[in-house]
Every structure is written in structure tokens, then in C-alpha cells.
């Protein structure tokens, strides 16, 4: 079995994210609902604002340590304008902590993440480490579930997760793309650039995902695609296309 080059996304695909951003959006929606209680602004109306602020900050300016606090502040003010409620500078300064503390929860692993990562390493295939966001933030997400362990030195922390920079990845590292795969939740950030860019990919549906992260695969892909339930499955699907190459190349003999 030839030794492949397996790149994986962190966030919700190793490690646990969204339910914290969430947790923060539901106590967000909460103080607002109050601050504006008089005004009948529902829950449901705030979420999909913050929505829209939040993914429009990320699509033009990538991720970034401020774009989820001030989604939350820019979506504060929206509010105000449109109800006439006067905005207040302790209430704005309040949100803006708010959204800071998304970075500063307990990383907490993924289920079967070590034991995959382990399976995939005993078998002889180099892994990499490809995430997007702020590295501050991003190393210490590393170091507290000890992913160094597995991926060394090939941890690569972008604040754009595109086709372009999976392309200066690949050429950087000399990376054969026959026997390259990009393991990710997202359609958008991980499976859609892997395929561009002509690499395999394995989509791991999220735990809980984020709407951001669900788009369509809008072209046929010219190179292997596949769909795991979970983490864990993700040795065996490799092992498996990898034998049926090797069963391929005898019948053509």
C-alpha cells in the first residue's frame, strides 16, 4: 500500500467549534431579545442577521479575530436603527467581551480523533495539519489536544481556506496529487478546493454544523470523492480505495 499525503482541517472535523460560537450566539440572542423586548425583535430575526454580518465578514476578509465580535456589535446597531432604540457604548463594549470569549473556551477533541490519526500514521501515511484563523488562537487549539504529536512541523495555519492557497500548499510541499487527499466538514473551505485543485477528498459531516460550510459541489469532479458518517471511518475508506487500486493495476498487468 503506497503511503499517501493526508491533509485534515481542524476545527469540527478533529476538534469540536461550532457548539461554541453557538453558545455564544444563543446567549447573544438572549441579552438582545431583552435589550429589546419593547420592540418584539425575536430570536429567529437576530440569528439570521448575525448570520448574514458574520459569513459577509468572513467571505471578504477571511477569519479573522474580530469579524465574530463585531458581527455581534454591527448587529446590535441594525437593531437600533431599525427600532430607534439608542445605541449604548457599555452594551456595545459588553458584546465585543462576548464574542472574544469564543476563543477562550477548553478545546475538547472530536470523538476517535487520536485513534484515527494514530491509524493513519501506522500505517505509513504523512499527515498535515491545514486550519483556518488566527494563529494565536489556532496554535493554542494544537497544543492543548496535542495534535503536534501527530502532524509535527506540517501544521498550516491560513487566514483564507480557498482553492488558491490549497494550490501553495501543495506546490510548497512538492506534494504528489495522485496520492494527496484533504480530509474536511466543510463543502465550501475543505471538499470544493481539494477537488479544484485536484487532489481526493473525504467530506466528514459535522457534529453540529455551521450554515457557512454547507454548499453545493457545483462541477463533476475529475478526481476521487467520498462521504464518511464520522472521523473514524476515515482509515478504512483510504485502505479501501487504496486496495482497489492495487487490484486495478494487477487485473491491467
Known sequence: MKPQHILFDMDDTLIHCNIYFDMIIDQFSDMLTTWFASYSVSVEAIKEKQ???????????????????????????????????????????????????????????????????????????????????????????????KLGDFFGERIFIRQHKNAATLEEIIIQNQLDRANTWMIGNSMRTDINPALETGIKAIYVPAIQEWNYNMVELTFEP????????A???VPERIRSYLGEQEISAAVDL
Open 51 to 145: 448570520y448574514q454580518i458574520d459569513t459577509i465578514g468572513v467571505a471578504y476578509l477571511g477569519f479573522t479575530a474580530d469579524h465574530f465580535p463585531e458581527s455581534l456589535v454591527e448587529t446590535y446597531r441594525h437593531f437600533s436603527v431599525m427600532t430607534g432604540r439608542s445605541t449604548d457604548e457599555a452594551e456595545m463594549a459588553l458584546l465585543l467581551k462576548l464574542g472574544q470569549s469564543v476563543y477562550d473556551r477548553e478545546v475538547e477533541p472530536y470523538p476517535d480523533m487520536a485513534e484515527t490519526l494514530q491509524a493513519l500514521r501506522d500505517e505509513g501515511h504523512k499527515l498535515f495539519l491545514y486550519t483556518g484563523g488566527v494563529e494565536a488562537f489556532q496554535k493554542r487549539k494544537v497544543e492543548s489536544v
Open 231 to 233: 472521523l473514524k471511518y
Open 222 to 229: 475529475k478526481v476521487s470523492f467520498f462521504t464518511v458518517p
